[in-house]
Protein backbone atom coordinates (compact mmCIF):
# COMPACT_ATOMS: atom_id res chain seq x y z
CA UNK A 1 0.00 0.00 0.00
CA UNK A 2 1.10 3.98 -0.60
CA UNK A 3 0.16 6.77 1.80
CA UNK A 4 0.81 10.13 0.42
CA UNK A 5 2.25 12.93 3.23
CA UNK A 6 1.28 16.60 2.64
CA UNK A 7 2.90 18.85 4.57
CA UNK A 8 4.47 22.50 4.71
CA UNK A 9 7.78 23.07 5.57
CA UNK A 10 8.71 22.08 8.33
CA UNK A 11 5.33 20.89 9.85
CA UNK A 12 6.91 17.78 11.26
CA UNK A 13 5.23 15.34 8.73
CA UNK A 14 9.51 13.98 8.82
CA UNK A 15 9.85 13.48 11.92
CA UNK A 16 6.55 11.75 12.72
CA UNK A 17 6.44 9.52 10.35
CA UNK A 18 9.96 8.27 10.26
CA UNK A 19 8.79 7.07 13.72
CA UNK A 20 5.83 5.77 12.69
CA UNK A 21 7.59 4.00 9.86
CA UNK A 22 9.85 2.59 12.07
CA UNK A 23 7.30 1.47 14.63
CA UNK A 24 4.85 -0.41 12.26
CA UNK A 25 7.61 -1.61 9.37
CA UNK A 26 6.61 0.38 6.64
CA UNK A 27 8.96 2.25 4.34
CA UNK A 28 9.67 6.26 4.67
CA UNK A 29 10.42 7.47 1.25
CA UNK A 30 11.15 11.29 1.39
CA UNK A 31 11.27 13.17 -1.77
CA UNK A 32 13.21 15.79 0.08
CA UNK A 33 15.52 13.60 1.11
CA UNK A 34 15.37 11.93 -2.12
CA UNK A 35 16.44 15.31 -3.90
CA UNK A 36 19.06 16.37 -1.57
CA UNK A 37 21.04 13.19 -2.48
CA UNK A 38 20.58 13.17 -6.05
CA UNK A 39 22.46 16.55 -5.45
CA UNK A 40 25.14 15.43 -3.21
CA UNK A 41 25.81 12.69 -5.44
CA UNK A 42 29.19 12.67 -6.76
CA UNK A 43 28.54 10.29 -10.15
CA UNK A 44 25.31 12.50 -11.04
CA UNK A 45 23.18 10.79 -13.65
CA UNK A 46 20.03 13.06 -13.49
CA UNK A 47 19.57 15.88 -16.06
CA UNK A 48 21.56 18.88 -15.45
CA UNK A 49 18.51 20.71 -15.40
CA UNK A 50 16.63 18.55 -12.81
CA UNK A 51 20.16 19.53 -10.41
CA UNK A 52 19.56 23.00 -11.25
CA UNK A 53 15.81 23.31 -10.09
CA UNK A 54 16.70 21.54 -7.05
CA UNK A 55 19.18 24.10 -6.45
CA UNK A 56 16.64 26.86 -6.85
CA UNK A 57 14.69 25.37 -4.97
CA UNK A 58 11.93 24.98 -7.66
CA UNK A 59 9.70 22.48 -8.28
CA UNK A 60 10.85 19.61 -10.68
CA UNK A 61 8.95 18.62 -13.79
CA UNK A 62 6.34 15.96 -13.16
CA UNK A 63 7.85 13.80 -15.59
CA UNK A 64 11.25 13.88 -14.02
CA UNK A 65 9.89 13.76 -10.57
CA UNK A 66 7.82 10.82 -10.98
CA UNK A 67 10.53 9.25 -13.00
CA UNK A 68 12.72 9.47 -9.45
CA UNK A 69 9.62 8.26 -7.44
CA UNK A 70 8.93 5.28 -9.70
CA UNK A 71 12.16 4.01 -9.37
CA UNK A 72 12.91 4.53 -5.63
CA UNK A 73 9.66 2.57 -4.80
CA UNK A 74 10.99 -0.03 -7.38
CA UNK A 75 13.76 -0.88 -5.30
CA UNK A 76 12.19 0.06 -2.00
CA UNK A 77 9.73 -3.48 -3.44
CA UNK A 78 12.85 -4.78 -4.25
CA UNK A 79 14.15 -5.06 -0.94
CA UNK A 80 11.18 -6.37 0.80
CA UNK A 81 9.16 -3.32 1.16
CA UNK A 82 5.34 -3.38 0.54
CA UNK A 83 4.10 -0.67 2.43
CA UNK A 84 5.10 2.73 1.17
CA UNK A 85 5.02 6.16 3.07
CA UNK A 86 5.80 8.97 0.49
CA UNK A 87 6.30 11.99 2.27
CA UNK A 88 6.14 15.65 0.62
CA UNK A 89 4.19 14.22 -2.23
CA UNK A 90 2.59 15.75 -4.36
CA UNK A 91 2.85 19.36 -4.54
CA UNK A 92 0.04 19.79 -7.27
CA UNK A 93 -2.78 18.44 -8.65
CA UNK A 94 -0.97 17.21 -12.10
CA UNK A 95 1.57 15.21 -10.23
CA UNK A 96 -1.41 13.92 -8.28
CA UNK A 97 -3.16 13.11 -11.53
CA UNK A 98 -0.07 11.74 -13.20
CA UNK A 99 0.41 9.40 -10.46
CA UNK A 100 -2.95 7.93 -10.13
CA UNK A 101 -2.47 7.60 -13.95
CA UNK A 102 0.38 5.52 -13.58
CA UNK A 103 0.30 3.29 -10.50
CA UNK A 104 -3.42 3.93 -8.75
CA UNK A 105 -5.02 5.90 -6.00
CA UNK A 106 -3.32 5.98 -2.44
CA UNK A 107 -4.82 4.11 0.55
CA UNK A 108 -4.78 7.22 2.38
CA UNK A 109 -2.94 10.81 2.27
CA UNK A 110 -2.23 12.34 5.10
CA UNK A 111 -1.96 16.52 5.74
CA UNK A 112 -0.05 17.62 8.68
CA UNK A 113 -1.71 20.89 9.60
CA UNK A 114 0.60 23.36 11.77
CA UNK A 115 0.77 27.41 11.72
CA UNK A 116 3.15 29.18 9.67
CA UNK A 117 4.67 30.98 12.74
CA UNK A 118 5.29 27.62 13.81
CA UNK A 119 6.96 26.14 11.01
CA UNK A 120 8.95 29.12 10.46
CA UNK A 121 10.13 28.77 13.83
CA UNK A 122 11.00 25.30 13.02
CA UNK A 123 12.83 25.48 9.95
CA UNK A 124 15.16 28.45 10.75
CA UNK A 125 16.18 26.88 13.67
CA UNK A 126 17.17 23.86 12.13
CA UNK A 127 20.86 24.36 10.32
CA UNK A 128 22.57 22.65 13.35
CA UNK A 129 20.69 19.53 10.79
CA UNK A 130 22.42 19.97 8.25
CA UNK A 131 19.75 21.26 6.50
CA UNK A 132 18.40 24.53 4.96
CA UNK A 133 17.37 27.46 7.43
CA UNK A 134 17.22 30.73 5.13
CA UNK A 135 13.98 32.30 6.04
CA UNK A 136 13.81 34.18 2.58
CA UNK A 137 13.96 30.84 1.21
CA UNK A 138 11.03 29.52 3.78
CA UNK A 139 8.92 32.60 2.56
CA UNK A 140 9.30 31.24 -1.21
CA UNK A 141 9.04 27.33 -0.15
CA UNK A 142 5.47 28.17 2.04
CA UNK A 143 3.80 30.69 -0.15
CA UNK A 144 4.61 28.22 -3.29
CA UNK A 145 2.76 25.50 -0.52
CA UNK A 146 0.04 27.68 0.20
CA UNK A 147 -0.97 28.41 -2.91
CA UNK A 148 -0.61 24.80 -4.66
CA UNK A 149 -1.56 22.45 -1.53
CA UNK A 150 -5.35 23.30 -1.11
CA UNK A 151 -6.24 22.39 -4.06
CA UNK A 152 -4.39 19.13 -3.48
CA UNK A 153 -6.22 18.70 -0.51
CA UNK A 154 -9.68 20.28 -1.72
CA UNK A 155 -9.26 16.63 -3.81
CA UNK A 156 -8.38 14.47 -1.91
CA UNK A 157 -10.62 15.45 0.99
CA UNK A 158 -13.94 15.22 -2.08
CA UNK A 159 -13.17 11.72 -2.12
CA UNK A 160 -12.65 11.10 1.39
CA UNK A 161 -9.06 9.86 1.28
CA UNK A 162 -7.72 12.76 3.26
CA UNK A 163 -7.28 12.91 6.84
CA UNK A 164 -5.59 15.68 8.78
CA UNK A 165 -3.42 15.72 11.52
CA UNK A 166 -2.83 18.67 14.11
CA UNK A 167 1.39 19.01 14.08
CA UNK A 168 1.63 22.21 15.76
CA UNK A 169 2.46 20.53 18.89
CA UNK A 170 5.81 19.11 20.37
CA UNK A 171 6.61 15.77 18.91
CA UNK A 172 5.21 13.70 21.22
CA UNK A 173 1.75 15.23 21.55
CA UNK A 174 1.90 15.68 17.63
CA UNK A 175 2.80 11.57 17.67
CA UNK A 176 0.02 10.51 19.64
CA UNK A 177 -2.44 12.79 17.44
CA UNK A 178 -1.14 10.81 14.56
CA UNK A 179 -1.56 7.35 16.12
CA UNK A 180 -5.38 8.36 17.14
CA UNK A 181 -5.90 10.01 13.67
CA UNK A 182 -4.80 6.67 12.12
CA UNK A 183 -6.26 4.51 14.10
CA UNK A 184 -9.94 6.23 13.48
CA UNK A 185 -8.72 5.78 9.88
CA UNK A 186 -8.38 2.22 10.02
CA UNK A 187 -11.08 0.97 7.74
CA UNK A 188 -9.65 2.90 4.39
CA UNK A 189 -5.96 1.35 5.58
CA UNK A 190 -7.63 -2.32 5.47
CA UNK A 191 -10.36 -1.95 2.32
CA UNK A 192 -9.19 -3.29 -0.76
CA UNK A 193 -10.87 -1.27 -3.49
CA UNK A 194 -13.33 -3.49 -6.04
CA UNK A 195 -11.90 -1.74 -9.06
CA UNK A 196 -8.37 -2.86 -8.02
CA UNK A 197 -7.32 0.98 -8.23
CA UNK A 198 -5.40 1.29 -4.43
CA UNK A 199 -1.45 0.55 -4.48
Not at 121 to 136: E, I, K, T
Request: include cysteine.
Amino acid sequence: MIVFVLGAPASGKGTLYQRWCTQFEFAHLSVGDLLRRLVKAKDRTSPQRVINRVLQCELLDTDDLLSMLEDAVASLHANGYRDIVIDGFPRTLEQAKAAEDSSGTPRLVLSFECPRDITKNRYVSRSHSGRDADPAIFDKRYEEFGRLNSLVVEDYEKRALLVKVDSSSDTEASYSHLLYVLDQSASLLEQISDDGKYL
